[in-house]
Structure formats: structure tokens, C-alpha cells
């Protein structure tokens, strides 16, 4: 009897310490697209009732009713750096050097802005709530781990992508860098030795760069933090619980070693199950019995800025379609014209519409998000990319086999309907898609099922810090073992040289011995 109370009161007590926990999401990266993402580990969490509180730069798009969301905007003049170097590097194409440049001034100001949000007074309220761990979406500024250990609070690093040589470092992940493809680096495996060359060129980069950083990283660490019994930054880095990676790399590839801290929630921002479309929506689909085309440029470019020319030729392809089309444009009033075989819609929910099993194609402006919900759902693209990443993305999607990737300010009629017959009759691309999305769909737990287990996890386990690999506290010099070889060299020429030594000595004495008795016998 007593035994089953105390079972009792224990399971209680987990029960307890994990439900409806207060959860911090410190998420202050000025980006769109990494803060869909931290919100969607945050909404997961509120569904599962914990109290999710949420500090961010920018307004979220995606939030939910129970997160209390305390939205810090960057000064005006941080803005419109932000903004003018984003517009810059939209209107003209880039080299190497000078994306780095802007990409470099453009983190100084992201980095003070997120430096000066700690302590505004809107943030430092925070501090009177009584909280049971921080989630830090991660952008250069591990500095706000101060904040978690004034919380005394467990951390939890989100990252967007694949584990990146930094989370590699927080976590005591081997970065394998002969086989893991950094930013951009795209081969066949094995890599070649160019390749691999290329590859460990950008990861001396990226630790060139962490090194510029560091120092003013520390030093801004340091004066947000003066209390004398602060640890200092690299101890908290140290101390880090989990981290969150946006990849599955069971089906994205290649396959490597992950330790048990990293815990993969790619597609994190993907609906698991579609919600209900639209009536009007709904309707148009299910009877596009031939499929539909689902056309999206995205958010940040209106499709009616696009030149009025490149609009008519892309009308002119569509409106010929036996497929049905859904358009997104915004301004209804003014449609590229009037085809009964296409849709307008100002607004779409377009993961609702990849998930429809009419949806055939998804012509798209190549952002990170879309092409992911159409892998999601198993939707082959042709790919009309304009600035940013957009180009990139979709070179990396038309070399995978998911589609066909165009320029859009150069289509013509011919080019375009060539892209769009190719991609809807040849099979080899839904057959590609179709077997990346089955394979990136079966888990054990669904990406919202790991974040609330594990942070669940961390929170039962207070930090769980039995879950950290033991090379997180080794230098470079240990974790390589250079020490040890180092003694082997040294004995290994010490042996060499004595043994020269013992040599010479020996042949002398011979010789020497020889030389005597020859000059005995002469006497
Ligand atoms: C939920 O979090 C807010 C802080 O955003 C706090 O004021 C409130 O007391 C918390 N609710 C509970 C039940 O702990
Ligand atoms: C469309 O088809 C689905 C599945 O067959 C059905 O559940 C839904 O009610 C249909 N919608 C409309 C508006 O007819
Ligand atoms: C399309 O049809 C609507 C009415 O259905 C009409 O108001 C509009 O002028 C037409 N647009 C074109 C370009 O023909
Ligand atoms: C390290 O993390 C644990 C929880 O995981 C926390 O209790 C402790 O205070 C942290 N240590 C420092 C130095 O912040």
C-alpha cells in the first residue's frame, strides 16, 4: 500500500513538474523565416499546455492564443540598414565577397540589436516571472544565455537547418567535414578531393568568422552581465541542454553521426494533418480530375510587381492548360485575365493546397518555405526564382530531381510550357518526390511529438545533463588526441636518434678494434 502511494505521489510529481511548465522562446533573429520556425516549436508546446512565453524582434506571422508574445522592434534606424542592404543584394547579382561584406555589417547591426533588446524594459520584466526553461533560437548570439542562467533555467538551442559546425560545437557533435556538405558545397558522395577541398575551405571560413564574432560576442556578454558571480559565455555555452535542428537527414542525406542532444525537427512548421480548405477552394480542387497547378510567388514580391509583360506570358501558358490553376494575386479587381480553367485568390493556404491529392505541380518562387511543404507533401515544382536564396534553393531542387528551375525574368511562352509539360508528364519527378516525402514523413514521432517529448525530457530530467557528450568540455588538442601523438612522435625520433647513436657507436668501436688489430699484426 505504501509502495503504490509513493508510486503514486512520484508519478505525481513528474506529472507535475512537466505540466504547464513556464517556457521561455527568447527569439530576436530579424528574420521571417527563422521565426516561423522557433513559433512553430513554441505553438507545439502551448497545444500541449504548457505557458509559452515568447520575446521576438518582429511581429510573428504564426502564433497562437495562448502564447503571451512581448514583440521588442529594432530601432528605425537599425531597420533601414537592415532593409536597404536586403533590397541592395535583391536588385543586382552578387559576388562572393561582397554578400559577405553586406552579410557581415548586416549581423553587427543584428547582433547589437539583439544585444540592446536585453535590456529594454519591456524584456526585463521578464525576470518576474518565475520560469522553468528557455528556448534560444539561435543567430549569432549566444550572449542571451546570460539570460537563462539568471533565470536558472535549463537552455534549449532551435536552429533552423541542419546541424551547422557551431550546434556541432554546443553539443559535441563530430563535424565530419570530408563528407558533411557545408552551405552550398553540392556533390556526388564520396566527395571528390576538389570538393572536399571546398568544403573544408568554407568550414575554416565559418571558424574564422566565429572567431571575429567571438570577441564581440563576449564583450557584449560582459557588459550585459556584470555581476561578479556570472559565469563567463563559455561556460554557459557549455551548458547547453538540447538543441533543435530543422533537417531530417535520414531522407535529405547525408547520412552522419548525430549525438543524442541534437534532436531533428525538420518540417517543424508543416501541418501533420491538412486543415479543412475553403469551400470555394475545396470545390475547385476536387474537381480538377486532370490536377491542379498551384501557382505562388510568394509573399514579399506581390505577383502585380512583377512585370505586366511576364504576367501575360505566364497567363497565356496557364489559361492553356487542361489542368486547373490556382493563381495567388492580390489585386482581384485587376486579374491577368479571365481563363475558365484558373482561380484568383488574394490569400491561400498553401500547405492546405500542397496536401490536397489533386494538387499536381507547384510553380513557385523558390523560398525555403514552400519548396519544404511541397517536399512535405510530395509536390514537384518548376521553380521561378528571383533574388536571395531563391536561386540557390532552386538549383538545389532542380539537381534533386523534384523539378525544373527557370529564370523569371527571362521565361518566354516556349520555355515555360516546355518546363511546365516536362514536369506534369515526365514521372521521374513525382516519382522522386513522392519517395523523398515518404521518406521524410516516417518517424517514430512526429517533428511536434520531439519537441514536446523532449522538452518535456529536459524539464523531468532537470537539464538532463547526463545526455551531454563528454567532448563538449575537451579542447581541440584533446578531443583529436595531438597530445598523445605528439608523446608517440617524440619517442619514436628519440628512439631513432638513440638507436643512431647506439649505431655509430658500435661501428666506431669496430672499426676501431679492427684498425688496432690490423695495426698489430703489421708490428
Ligand atoms: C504564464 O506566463 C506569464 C508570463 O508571460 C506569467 O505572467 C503568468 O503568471 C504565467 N502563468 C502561470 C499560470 O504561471
Ligand atoms: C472534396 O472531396 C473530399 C474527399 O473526397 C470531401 O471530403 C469534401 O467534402 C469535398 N469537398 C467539397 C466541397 O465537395
Ligand atoms: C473577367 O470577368 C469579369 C466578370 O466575370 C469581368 O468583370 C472582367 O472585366 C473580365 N476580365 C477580363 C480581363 O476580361
Ligand atoms: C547549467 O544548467 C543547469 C540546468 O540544466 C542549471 O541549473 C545551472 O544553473 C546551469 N549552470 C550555469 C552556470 O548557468
Same mark, same amino acid.
Given at each position: ?10 508519478? $505525481? ?5 512537466? @505540466? ?103 524584456? @526585463?520584466?521578464?525576470?518576474?516571472? =518565475? ?18 542562467? =539568471? ?87 557549455? %551548458? ?42 475545396? @470545390? ?12 505562388? $510567388? ?94 540557390? %534553393? ?13 529564370? $523569371? ?17 515526365? =514521372? ?57 601523438? $605528439? ?37
Amino acid at each position: 500500500m505504501f509502495e503504490v502511494r509513493s508510486v503514486l505521489l512520484l508519478l $505525481l510529481g513528474v506529472v507535475a513538474s512537466t @505540466q504547464g511548465a513556464n517556457i521561455l522562446g527568447l527569439f530576436s533573429s530579424h528574420s521571417q523565416s527563422h521565426l516561423i520556425i522557433h513559433m512553430s516549436v513554441a505553438k507545439a508546446l502551448a497545444e500541449a499546455g504548457h505557458n509559452v512565453t515568447v520575446v521576438s524582434m518582429l511581429k510573428p506571422k504564426l502564433t497562437h492564443k495562448d502564447i503571451h508574445l512581448i514583440v521588442i522592434p529594432m530601432k528605425d534606424e537599425q531597420e533601414l540598414i537592415m532593409e536597404s542592404q536586403m533590397t541592395e543584394m535583391a536588385n543586382q547579382k552578387n559576388s562572393l565577397v561582397s554578400t559577405m561584406n553586406r552579410l557581415l555589417t548586416g549581423m553587427e547591426v543584428m547582433i547589437n540589436a539583439q544585444a540592446e533588446l536585453l535590456s529594454d524594459p519591456r524584456f @526585463q520584466r521578464i525576470y518576474e516571472t =518565475k520560469f522553468d526553461l528557455m528556448i534560444l533560437g539561435y543567430f549569432i548570439n549566444d550572449f542571451q544565455l546570460g539570460v537563462a542562467h =539568471k533565470l536558472k533555467v535549463p537552455v534549449i538551442i532551435d536552429w533552423m537547418s541542419a546541424p551547422a559546425p557551431i550546434i556541432d560545437k554546443f553539443t559535441g557533435n563530430p563535424a565530419e567535414v570530408s563528407y558533411v556538405p557545408l552551405l552550398g558545397t553540392v556533390g556526388t558522395h564520396p566527395l571528390s578531393f576538389f570538393k572536399r577541398a571546398e568544403n573544408l575551405a568554407k568550414f575554416l571560413f565559418f571558424e574564422y568568422i566565429l572567431v571575429v564574432f567571438d570577441f564581440k560576442l563576449n564583450r557584449i556578454y560582459n557588459e550585459v552581465f556584470p555581476e561578479k558571480d556570472q559565469p563567463t559565455l563559455k561556460e554557459l555555452r557549455k %551548458n547547453i541542454s538540447i538543441a533543435f535542428v530543422g533537417s531530417r537527414l535520414i531522407a535529405e542525406g547525408p547520412i552522419r553521426p548525430l549525438v543524442p542532444a541534437i534532436i531533428e525537427i525538420g518540417g517543424i512548421q508543416v501541418k501533420d494533418k491538412p486543415d479543412p480548405l475553403p469551400k470555394d477552394i475545396d @470545390q475547385f480542387l476536387n474537381k480538377s480530375t486532370q490536377g491542379a497547378v498551384f501557382l505562388s $510567388l510568394g509573399s514579399n514580391i506581390k505577383s502585380s510587381t512583377v512585370k505586366p509583360e511576364i504576367v501575360q506570358t505566364i497567363f497565356k501558358v496557364l489559361s492553356g492548360l487542361k489542368e486547373n490553376v490556382i493563381w495567388k494575386w492580390e489585386d482581384l479587381e485587376n486579374t491577368p485575365g479571365n481563363a475558365s480553367n484558373i482561380l484568383y485568390k488574394n490569400w491561400l493556404p498553401q500547405d492546405d493546397i500542397l496536401a490536397h491529392p489533386n494538387t499536381k505541380l507547384f510553380i513557385t518562387h523558390a523560398g525555403k518555405g514552400g519548396i519544404t511543404e511541397a517536399q512535405y507533401h510530395g509536390v514537384p515544382m518548376v521553380a521561378l526564382p528571383i533574388f536571395g536564396d531563391q536561386p540557390g %534553393n532552386a538549383a538545389v531542387m532542380e539537381k534533386s530531381g523534384y523539378g525544373v528551375a527557370l529564370d $523569371l525574368l527571362t521565361i518566354t511562352e516556349d520555355t515555360l510550357r516546355e518546363a511546365l509539360k516536362e514536369v506534369l508528364e515526365n =514521372k521521374k519527378y513525382s516519382q522522386a518526390i513522392g519517395k523523398f516525402s515518404a521518406l521524410y514523413r516516417d518517424r517514430p514521432l512526429t517533428a511536434k511529438q520531439s519537441v514536446v517529448y523532449w522538452t518535456e525530457y529536459v524539464l523531468r530530467h532537470h537539464g538532463a545533463p547526463h545526455l551531454q557528450s563528454p567532448s563538449v568540455h575537451m579542447n581541440f588538442i584533446e578531443l583529436h588526441n595531438l597530445d598523445i601523438y $605528439l608523446v608517440i612522435a617524440t619517442i619514436l625520433v628519440l628512439f631513432v636518434l638513440l638507436t643512431r647513436l647506439v649505431a655509430k657507436f658500435v661501428w666506431n668501436k669496430f672499426r676501431g678494434k679492427g684498425k688496432i688489430s690490423e695495426s698489430k699484426k703489421k708490428q
